[in-house]
């Protein structure tokens, strides 16, 4: 039996961008349905204001929480990839090479978007409260971090094996879908589908 062909994990940073990009897309049409069903209740005076804490608890329940668990949901299922890796022709594997789990899928999109959207959330509404104050120190640092994340994750894509910091978190990596999703264990790699024996 001819022994299998184990191919190096490229980098795919604009193909990946370019699918976030989609995505995000996807994510402002959720927003806007949500900000339609808003508005008109809200001048209507069926919802009332909110304070900082409530708003940012609000937007985290009906917006991010339910993009996090749908993202999460495309990548642990068959097609193992949201509506823009698929335009793009990616898809997520564990470094195993096998489809994620839902758990780690959402561990995945957690890290990418939850944390560093929830950050940018938190302040924003702090800026905003403390807007007639001066500023403390500790917003300081979180308007930081609210532009580091998204920068380390991008920069990332570029570096070394352009594995993220939140997929090696995962325990996961992205891969282009011309190749096999499968590989074998302990191994950065993928496996010719046609040394198993046939095509898969």
């Keep these: 039996m001819r022994r299998a062909t ?3 994990v490229e980098r795919h940073p604009w193909r990946r961008l370019l699918g976030w990009l989609i995505d995000w897309c996807c994510i402002l049409v959720w927003a806007a349905v949500l900000a339609a069903i808003a508005v ?5 005076g069926l919802i009332p204001g909110l304070s ?3 708003g940012n608890l609000v937007a985290t329940a009906v917006l991010v929480i339910p993009v996090t668990l749908g993202l999460a949901g495309l990548e642990s ?3 193992v990839a949201t509506i823009g890796k698929r335009v793009t022709g ?3 594997t564990t470094v195993a090479g096998v489809r994620p789990g839902f758990g780690r899928a959402v561990a995945r999109n957690g890290l990418k978007i939850t944390v560093p959207w929830l ?5 924003v509404y702090a800026l ?3 807007s007639d104050a001066a500023v403390p120190g500790w917003l300081w640092v979180l308007t930081a971090a609210a532009y580091i994340l998204p920068t380390v994750w991008i920069v990332s894509l570029f570096i070394g094996s352009g594995r993220t910091p939140y997929d090696r978190i995962a325990g996961t990596t992205v891969r282009a879908t011309g190749r096999a999703a499968t590989t074998r264990r302990g191994n950065e790699g993928i496996t010719d589908p046609s040394a198993r024996g046939g095509a898969g």
Excluded at 40 to 44: E, K, T
Excluded at 119 to 123: E, K, L, V, Y
Aim: aromatic letters at 8%; charged letters at 20%; a positive charge.
């Design 6 to 8: 184990v191919w190096p």
């Design 52 to 54: 900082s804490a409530a």
């Design 90 to 92: 990616l898809r997520v």
């Design 128 to 130: 905003v409260a403390s």
């Design 40 to 44: 008109p209740l809200y001048r209507g």
């Design 77 to 79: 299922r068959r097609g």
């Design 119 to 123: 950050i940018g959330h938190a302040d």
